[in-house]
């Protein structure tokens, strides 16, 4: 029932901006931390952002400070990524991630099928 929508990826030339978008559904979306992940080919998960359920607190991996921002519209069920100023080594594919969501009697980790961002010349 949990759903989760990524889009807004694509090629872009370094240094350009990508706007990623991620539509949630089937649970309750403003209850809620959200974070986003991603994962180059051959590597691990690395986590890039999060914000907490009110969208008043937001953190990144030093990799990406200064350059995306994290935000949210829970009237919309929104989570989105600026992404600014990228770098060849932004390449990945990125997930929208919701931790902790209660359903069937456990707590569960649910991630998108991504969008793939990839940056180069």
């Known amino acids: 029932e949990v759903q989760l929508v990524e889009s807004g990826g694509g090629l872009v030339q370094p240094g350009g901006s990508l706007r990623l978008s991620c539509a949630a559904a089937?649970?309750?979306?403003?209850?809620?931390?959200m974070s986003w992940v991603r994962q180059a080919p051959g590597k691990g998960v690395e986590w890039v952002s999060a914000?907490?359920?009110?969208?008043?607190?937001?953190r990144y991996a030093d990799s990406v400070k200064g350059r995306f921002t994290i935000s949210r519209d829970n009237a919309e069920n929104t989570v989105n990524l600026q992404m600014n100023r990228l770098r060849p080594e932004d390449t990945a594919r990125y997930y929208c991630?919701?931790?902790?969501?209660?359903?069937?009697?456990?707590?569960?980790?649910?991630w998108g099928q991504g969008t793939q961002v990839t940056v180069s010349s």
């Open positions: 991630h919701a931790p902790d969501v209660y359903g069937g009697g456990y707590y569960h980790n649910y």
């Open positions: 089937g649970f309750t979306f403003s209850n809620y931390a």
């Open positions: 914000i907490n359920n009110a969208g008043s607190i937001t």
